[in-house]
C-alpha cells in the first residue's frame, strides 16, 4: 500500500502558476503509475495528467496540454502537477492517484489509490 498527500493548493488569479505536490509514503518509481485528476462542483472527478509506472511518457487531458506538466522526483518519493496559464475554469479539487498497472489510465475507478485532495481556485 501506499499513502499519497497533496499539498500546494491555493487561490491565483487567472494567468498565473501553480505547483501541487504529492507526497507518497513509500518508492512510486517503477511501483505505481501515478496521475492527478480533479473535480468541481456538481461535476465528476476528471482526468488530468498521468505518468507511466516506468517513468517514460506522460499522458495530458486535452483541456491542459501545453499548460500543466507532471514529474516525479524518485528521490523525494513526490510527484508534482506545474500549473501554468490558469483558468477559472480549472478551478476544482486535485487529486494525486496510484495504480499498479503499466499502462495509462483515464478514469478514476481505475486507481488503487488516492489522496485527500488539494483546493485550487483561480480568480477571473
Known amino acids: 500500500q501506499v499513502q499519497l498527500v497533496e499539498s500546494g493548493g491555493g487561490l491565483v488569479q487567472a494567468g498565473g502558476s501553480l505547483r501541487l505536490s504529492c507526497a507518497a509514503s513509500r518508492r512510486t518509481s517503477s511501483t505505481y503509475g501515478m496521475a492527478w485528476f480533479r473535480q468541481a462542483p456538481g461535476k465528476d472527478r476528471e482526468f488530468v495528467a498521468a505518468?507511466?509506472?516506468?517513468?517514460?511518457?506522460?499522458k495530458y487531458a486535452g483541456s491542459v496540454n501545453g499548460r500543466f506538466t507532471i514529474s516525479r522526483d524518485n528521490a523525494r518519493n513526490t510527484v508534482y502537477l506545474q500549473m501554468n496559464s490558469l483558468k477559472s475554469e480549472d478551478t476544482a479539487v486535485y487529486y494525486c492517484a496510484a495504480h499498479l498497472g503499466s499502462g495509462y489510465y483515464y478514469t478514476w475507478n481505475e486507481y488503487d489509490y488516492w489522496g485527500q485532495g488539494t483546493q485550487v481556485t483561480v480568480s477571473s
Open positions: 505518468l507511466r509506472r516506468s517513468g517514460a511518457g506522460t
